[in-house]
C-alpha cells in the first residue's frame, strides 16, 4: 500500500520568508503527484502537479515543486510566501492503476505573519 | 463552469440513525469520488465511480455505502451512525481515469455531526 508523509504538521514564517514543505511517499510504481492548498472555509484547490515529463513543476501563485524519484520526494516550495498563503497544504500521491484513489498526507498548516 | 455541489453543506445526526450525501460533479466529468476529512485520520479515500461502476474502495465498513447516477451525480449513505462518523466529507469529481489522471476537483464538503 502505497504512504504519504509530511515532514512538518505546522510551520509560521514572516511575510517574504521562503517556503519549503516536505513530501515523501513509499510506493514501487509509477506515481502521479499533487499539491492540494485549503485556505480556510474554502475547498480543497489543486495547487500543481506531476504526471511525468520536466520534474521541476510550476503551479498557481508562484509555487513550484520538483520530483526527486531517488528520494521518493516531491517537495513544494515558494521563493516569497505572502499573509494570503495561509492555508493548510496536501502533498497526495495517485499510483497509475489505483484510478482516482488520492493518498493524502497528513498535511502541513502554514500561517504567514504580516 | 459550476463546481462540485454537495449539498447539505450541514448535517446533525443522532447514533444510529443513517444519512444520504448528495454530490454533483462539474458538467462533463464522470468519475466521482468520496474523501472523508477529519482532524485525527486527516484525508481518507472511501470510493470511486465511474459510469454508475465503482472502480475503488477505501478500508471503510459496509455501512458506508455510495451510488452513481446515469447523470454522473453520486450519493453517499452511512447507516447505523456512530459518533465517529463526524467528519467533513468531501465529493470530488474529475473528468477521466487512467494512466494519465485529469486533476480532481473537490467540493465544500458535507459537514455531519453524530451526535
Known amino acids: 500500500a502505497q504512504s504519504v508523509s509530511q515532514h512538518n504538521h505546522h510551520v509560521i514564517l514572516s511575510e517574504a520568508a521562503s517556503l519549503e514543505l516536505g513530501c515523501n511517499y513509499s510506493?514501487?510504481?509509477?506515481?502521479?503527484l499533487f499539491w492540494y492548498v485549503q485556505y480556510p472555509g474554502q475547498h480543497l484547490q489543486l495547487l500543481l502537479k506531476y504526471f511525468s515529463g520536466d520534474p521541476l513543476v510550476k503551479g498557481i501563485k508562484g509555487f513550484e515543486a520538483e520530483f526527486i524519484k531517488s528520494k521518493f520526494s516531491f517537495n513544494l516550495r515558494k521563493p516569497s510566501v505572502q499573509w494570503s498563503d495561509t492555508a493548510e497544504y496536501f502533498c497526495a500521491v495517485i499510483s497509475n492503476n489505483a484510478g482516482n484513489m488520492l493518498t493524502f498526507g497528513g498535511g502541513t498548516r502554514l500561517m504567514v505573519k504580516p | 463552469k459550476a463546481g462540485v455541489t454537495q449539498t447539505p453543506r450541514y448535517l446533525i445526526k443522532t447514533r444510529g440513525q443513517q444519512v444520504t450525501l448528495s454530490c454533483s460533479p462539474i458538467?462533463?466529468?464522470?468519475?466521482v469520488s468520496w474523501y472523508q476529512q477529519t482532524p485525527g485520520q486527516g484525508l481518507q479515500f472511501l470510493f470511486e465511480?465511474?459510469?454508475?461502476?465503482?472502480?475503488n474502495k477505501g478500508n471503510f465498513p459496509g455501512r458506508f455505502s455510495g451510488r452513481q447516477f446515469s447523470n454522473s451525480r453520486s450519493e453517499m449513505n452511512v447507516s447505523t451512525l456512530e459518533l465517529g462518523d463526524s467528519a467533513l466529507y468531501l465529493c470530488?469529481?474529475?473528468?477521466?481515469?487512467?494512466?494519465?489522471?485529469?486533476?480532481?476537483?473537490f467540493g465544500n464538503g458535507t459537514r455531519l455531526t453524530v451526535t
Open positions: 510506493y514501487g510504481g509509477t506515481v502521479n
Open positions: 458538467s462533463g466529468h464522470r468519475s
Open positions: 465511480y465511474f459510469s454508475e461502476t465503482q472502480r
Open positions: 470530488a469529481s474529475s473528468a477521466v481515469v487512467g494512466p494519465n489522471n485529469s486533476p480532481l476537483h
